[in-house]
């Protein structure tokens, strides 16, 4: 049996900003993480190229949160990077998200102002007042013609559900742009961290305080820890409930095998990212990391992203099936004491980068001002 203050499982994001509040607030912490690393989704490494890359797909840090902002900088310098996404779509390559340019590509229009394309997208959508799937969403902000190129296909292959089986919300978060600005984001803090992001997780878990047990399984080992003031969980709901609400139907997750590829050539494509909306191959994008931060290799390397079922949990598939099942294990989840679920796992809900950092954040905070409530009221 092994004593800790603060016990996290899992060493991503979530379990990272947690572990270190909690250390720098004098908090023994251990975090137990399955993998042979620290970082989650976010682990990057340098491959046989001598190249930076990331093992579980890019990942491009933006925010409009100033104390996210904040805090990440606290551990390492950032260089600016305005991320863009470019599609292959019937022979062309335009822009994503939907602008200007992708429109007078693919239909041989001549739009130059906003107005002009305000005018084109109203002529060509059809208007749900309150789309109830993303079919509907997408429909009554692009139109017909644009969901059938960009976005209907593509969300089949990612999801392994066509945009009508899927809520709103997953589709509502695909911008659309009025003008020629081909950003991927618009955020006031585009970055990447210099170094990469493994590098910036080994600054924040850097603490005296912090101990962290790699190769592990909380579930195998569990019964040694005890006696911790809280413990957060940031892996799937339903694996900690031992799936007892999914025994007839599973929450749905999408997982990714990335195949990875050595081109004999400086550069394979003229982007880092390139997406494949259509169903004329099997890969949903084509990440080229080379791109980011100027890295320079004689060779290159590329990787292929199949999105499938089987293999490590990255998206929760947002439709309301799930969210039936999600809900009995939320019911669960809070009768628990000083037992908390965080991250997009546990939560059951796609987070960006930063919202992952604000969210253990803000929970940070929350139990702490209820800690500071509770002493006051026992003082009184």
């Known amino acids: 049996m092994k004593h800790v203050d603060i016990l996290i499982i899992g060493a991503g994001i979530s379990g990272s900003v947690l572990a270190e509040r909690y250390a720098s607030a004098g908090k023994k912490v251990l975090i137990i993480e399955k993998r042979s690393h620290i970082a989650g989704n976010c682990f990057d490494h340098y491959d046989e190229n001598g190249i930076l890359v990331s093992k579980y797909g890019a990942h491009l840090f933006h925010t409009n949160d100033e104390e996210v902002w904040q805090y990440v900088n606290r551990f390492t310098a950032w260089y600016p990077?305005?991320?863009?996404v470019i599609a292959r779509v019937e022979n062309k390559t335009v822009p994503i998200p939907v602008n200007i340019t992708t429109v007078n590509t693919l239909f041989e229009e001549n739009i130059e102002t906003e107005d002009e394309m305000r005018a084109w997208l109203d002529a060509n959508k059809i208007h749900f007042e309150s789309p109830s799937n993303g079919e509907?969403?997408?429909?009554?902000?692009?139109?017909?013609?644009?969901?059938?190129?960009?976005?209907?296909?593509?969300?089949?292959?990612?999801?392994?559900?066509y945009p009508i089986e899927l809520d709103?919300?997953?589709?509502?978060?695909?911008?659309?742009?009025?003008?020629?600005?081909?950003r991927y984001f618009s955020d006031n803090y585009q970055a990447l961290p210099e170094g990469g992001y493994t590098?910036?997780?080994?600054?924040?878990?850097?603490?005296?305080?912090?101990e962290i047990l790699l190769n592990t399984d909380y579930f195998d080992v569990k019964e040694n820890y005890v006696g911790y003031e809280k413990l957060f969980y940031t892996?799937?709901?339903?694996?900690?409930?031992?799936?007892?609400?999914?025994?007839?139907?599973?929450?749905?997750?999408?997982?990714?095998?990335?195949?990875?590829?050595?081109?004999?050539?400086?550069?394979?494509?003229?982007?880092?990212?390139?997406?494949?909306?259509?169903?004329?191959?099997?890969?949903t994008r084509i990440v080229e990391?080379?791109?980011?931060?100027?890295?320079?290799?004689k060779k290159t390397t590329i990787v292929k992203e199949f999105t499938v079922?089987?293999?490590?949990?990255?998206?929760?598939?947002?439709?309301?099936r799930n969210q039936e099942i999600y809900a009995k294990y939320k019911i669960e989840a809070d009768k628990l004491s000083d037992v908390y679920f965080v991250g997009r796992l546990a939560n059951y809900k796609y987070f960006n980068m930063d919202q992952a950092f604000k969210n253990a954040l803000d929970l940070y905070h929350s139990l702490e001002m209820e800690c500071v409530s509770k002493f006051e009221s026992d003082v009184i």
């Open 168 to 182: 709103a919300s997953v589709l509502n978060r695909i911008p659309v742009r009025h003008n020629y600005d081909d």
């Open 235 to 283: 892996g799937p709901v339903d694996r900690f409930f031992d799936f007892k609400h999914s025994l007839d139907e599973k929450l749905e997750y999408r997982s990714i095998n990335f195949v990875k590829e050595t081109v004999d050539a400086e550069f394979f494509q003229e982007n880092s990212v390139v997406n494949y909306p259509g169903l004329d191959v099997p890969y």
């Open 136 to 161: 509907e969403a997408v429909l009554t902000r692009v139109g017909p013609v644009l969901y059938d190129k960009m976005f209907k296909h593509y969300t089949k292959k990612q999801w392994d559900k």
């Open 289 to 297: 990391y080379k791109h980011f931060g100027n890295q320079q290799s």
């Open 199 to 210: 590098l910036l997780f080994q600054k924040i878990l850097d603490h005296p305080n912090i």
């Open 309 to 320: 079922d089987e293999g490590d949990p990255y998206y929760p598939v947002p439709n309301s």
């Open 81 to 84: 990077w305005e991320h863009k």
